[in-house]
């Protein structure tokens, strides 16, 4: 396919691009997923909090597409955080998916309050060596987090997915993961379709572009080395979203970009997220 690979510290290759299906009900995410695949995507990133590991399991299964062309992230919910938990978990995810190892799996939130992320990632280390994902990785860790891993265990994380967009740039946990080896992925990569699409400075570039401003702020994701995973449920947005490859931001539009910044979040701080349920 058209889109690019990032080379993850282990040597595995993950798109940098992919389809995110947060919110969506488990016989939708069939269909989107579904859309998805057939627009080209090969990446789809889940979780078990989001029960749709099984409608998205589905339209893996009748795709039809060779299992290494593909690149499936499930994450670990919060309430089976701990070491035996967590390899109950991932068993329990591949089962729901209906396959024998994902390409990437992730410890959902820290939780530095409960304080179990690194018993966990022990688990996470022995995951790996059984072949049940081929790359492991975290979510919404700050570099403190991050850092407790790096000093406690011998596997660095090959992926910090948090909440990043053009409203809060991050670029604090950008440097520290460059300077470790951790490839920064974006959840929200969009700000959930909300009012950053109005924003008229990036109408502005989208015009310059003869884009759309979800492509405008995709391009800038892929152009400063982010991995950005799109949610729709919309084909033709489905599609618009991965048709970001025959165009170029340049110095200055990047800039104007980096202007946007306020560090808005629109999701949880990692801090104080210890939800279990
Ligand atoms: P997003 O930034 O991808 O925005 C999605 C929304 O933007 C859609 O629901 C739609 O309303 C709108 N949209 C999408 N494409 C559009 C287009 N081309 N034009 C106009 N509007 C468009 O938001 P998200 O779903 O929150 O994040 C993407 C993915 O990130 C999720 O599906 C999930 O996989 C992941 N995620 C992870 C975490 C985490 O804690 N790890 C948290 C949130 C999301």
């Not at 884009?211 to 702020?217: F, H, I, L, S």
């Amino acid at each position: 396919s058209s889109v690019p690979t990032l080379t993850l510290n282990n040597g595995v290759a993950m798109p940098q691009l992919g389809f995110g299906v947060w919110q969506v009900p488990d016989d939708e995410a069939e269909r989107a997923v579904g859309s998805a695949l057939e627009a080209g995507y090969r990446s789809i990133d889940t979780a078990t909090v989001y029960e749709n590991e099984r409608g998205t399991g589905r339209a893996l299964g009748t795709a039809g597409i060779p299992r290494e062309e593909l690149f499936i992230t499930t994450k670990l919910w919060n309430s089976d955080q701990g070491h035996d938990t967590a390899l109950a978990a991932v068993d329990a995810s591949l089962e729901r998916l209906g396959l024998d190892y994902v390409d990437l799996y992730l410890i959902h939130w820290p939780m530095p309050a409960v304080d179990t992320y690194t018993q966990t990632w022990k688990a996470f280390e022995k995951i790996l060596a059984d072949g049940r994902a081929r790359a492991i990785g975290v979510s919404n860790f700050h570099p403190a987090h991050l850092q407790r891993l790096l000093d406690e265990h011998g596997i660095v994380p090959a992926v910090n997915q948090i909440e990043l967009h053009p409203r809060l740039q991050q670029s604090i946990p950008r440097a520290y993961h460059a300077d470790h080896g951790i490839v920064t992925e974006a959840w929200s990569p969009l700000g959930q379709g909300k009012d950053l699409l109005d924003d008229p400075q990036l109408g502005t570039l989208a015009q310059k572009h003869g884009k759309t401003v979800a492509q405008v702020v995709l391009r800038w994701h892929l152009q400063i080395g982010n991995v950005a995973i799109p949610k729709s449920v919309t084909p033709s947005r489905i599609r618009e979203n991965l048709d970001v490859f025959d165009f170029e931001l340049d110095a200055a539009d990047l800039a104007t970009i980096g202007g946007l910044n306020t560090d808005t979040r629109l999701g949880a701080d990692p801090e104080t997220m210890n939800f279990l349920g």
